[in-house]
């Protein structure tokens, strides 16, 4: 049964640094893109970054561009957001998903597997 974890989340200070885990098992999350989207309270899950399979290639919400890193380890079947320059409004659940494409997209429809989602608090 395939599974996502999470893992990394908490409190942090704007301008401050996280690095998201994200722990795949039970499928061949090797194959197909992974991304992460995050949902803030009251609003709608919102697309944050894609990796496709080998890693070569990304995407990125325009919010986080220039902030954000996504990246693989496919030999440790995880998946990593390094988040930089952290701001208030980056505060949400942050979860991962894996695609049913081999590239990356921001297209919900996309994703067929969801973790649990791990919380990210951005203070000012």
């Known amino acids: 049964q395939a599974q996502l974890v999470e893992s990394g989340g908490r409190l942090v200070q704007a301008g401050g640094s996280l690095r998201l885990s994200c722990a795949a098992s039970?499928?061949?999350?090797?194959?197909?893109?992974m991304g992460w989207f995050r949902q803030a309270p009251g609003k709608e899950r919102e697309f944050v970054a894609s990796?496709?399979?080998?890693?070569?290639?990304?995407s990125y919400a325009d919010s986080v561009k220039g902030r954000f890193t996504i990246s693989r380890d496919n030999a440790k079947n995880t998946v990593y957001l390094q988040m930089n320059s952290l701001k208030p409004e980056d505060t949400a659940i942050y979860y991962c998903a894996g695609s049913t494409r081999s590239y990356p997209t921001y297209d919900r429809s996309r994703y067929a597997y969801w973790g649990q989602g791990t919380q990210v608090t951005v203070s000012s």
């Open positions: 990796i496709g399979w080998s890693g070569g290639g990304t």
């Open positions: 039970g499928g061949t999350f090797s194959s197909y893109a």
